[in-house]
């Protein structure tokens, strides 16, 4: 057999310097990996949390592979003032995460219904919206069903809420053979129709962004379900894109991929809408447990964006209740087991 040059000098002792390691790009072996799956066809709105869904989201390409949400953070430089930054949300506090966002995948002929827009009609994307009648709000179904306050209410109650607890009740529909998503900010059913505050539509198959200066459901303009932690990632082992993740006290600044902001606090040691965060290499996740370590491994490959105002530190998750509850393992992590990076130099955003 013939050998190239490179193993002819490494068997005489001389050193070949290797290829520099790209600092921007996604996991090939992930996009490999997608593209070798068949993704079922959606004849009907699929609930997530179901295997059904789970074929169909492990065969989805949701973005383009140089997208941000699909960028490996591992090599990226630290920002200059990252530990002021992660000081500023609480260097103590734990990590925490949130049942919350779940979403609905519905076929290419979904019919579509108006939805009122009453807050934001300015910076929402225009319907008519596939909102299928079994459409999860924010929550559904393992927040409710594990809160012994919540025994017996159905989703029609939450749609409707019937309990008055308002909240941002968002929505996430997921056209999957169309490639498209979908999202609603505190969508409400009513005996007239659908009302929402926002309306956010995505193309998975662009790296185009909300208009500069447009919320989404998000606040910073970004969209929810690619960010979302799901069931069949984790059993695969580990959550193979940026999260999302909310922080009581934001700058009023966004940094790319944030198109918008939510804040008049100028202190630039305060986290940007869209600052992305990693997990430290030197933090030690051997002992967590498989689920857990599959999101761990997650935040320090691909890391978090700051995409919302809320708790400090809170991760997003599918309501599924085939996850196990991981409250107590996640607080293990504290806010100094963080840093903030920036972009390579020379880094040109796709458009």
């Known amino acids: ?97 949130n049942p919350d966002m779940g979403y609905i995948l519905v076929p290419p002929d979904q019919k579509k219904v108006e939805v009122k827009l009453f807050e934001y009609p300015d910076e929402s994307d225009k319907g008519p919206f596939p909102v299928p009648d079994n459409v999860p709000i924010e929550g559904w179904p393992a927040h409710f069903k594990r809160d012994p306050k919540y025994k017996g209410i159905t989703l ?38 659908w009302e929402a505050s926002c309306a956010a539509v995505f193309d998975l198959k662009s790296n185009k962004l909300r208009p500069d200066g447009w919320t989404s459901t998000d606040a910073a303009g970004l969209p929810i379900f690619p960010a979302t932690i799901r069931y069949d990632e984790i059993k695969r082992g580990m959550v193979e894109h940026a999260m999302r993740f909310t922080v009581k006290r934001s700058r009023k600044a966004y940094v790319y991929p944030a198109t918008h902001f939510a804040s008049r606090l100028t202190d630039e040691a305060l986290p940007r809408m869209g600052e992305r965060f990693r997990l430290k290499a030197s933090v030690d996740i051997s002992k967590f447990s498989p689920e857990a370590q599959a999101i761990l491994k997650g935040l320090k490959k691909y890391g978090m964006y700051v995409a919302d105002n809320g708790i400090d530190w809170a991760l997003s998750c599918t309501p599924d209740e085939r996850i196990p509850v991981l409250h107590d393992e996640l607080r293990k992590l504290k806010g100094a087991d963080f840093e903030v990076v920036v972009a390579p130099e020379g880094y040109k955003p796709p458009r």
């Open 156 to 193: 029609d109650d939450v749609q409707r809420d019937t309990l008055k607890e308002d909240g941002d009740r968002h929505a996430s529909i997921v056209d999957p053979a169309s490639g498209v998503l979908y999202e609603l900010y505190r969508l409400r059913k009513k005996d007239t129709g």
């Open 1 to 97: 057999m013939r050998l190239l040059l490179p193993a002819l000098l490494l068997a005489a002792g001389v050193a070949v310097a290797q290829a520099p390691k790209p600092l921007v790009s996604g996991d090939p072996a992930r996009v490999e990996r997608i593209r070798k799956l068949k993704m079922p066809k959606v004849e009907k709105p699929t609930m997530f949390g179901t295997p059904e869904a789970d074929a169909v989201v492990s065969a989805m390409e949701i973005f383009p592979e140089d997208n941000p949400w699909n960028l490996v953070v591992e090599d990226w430089p630290v920002h200059p003032k990252s530990k002021a930054i992660v000081e500023s949300i609480g260097a103590a506090k734990p990590l925490r995460y």
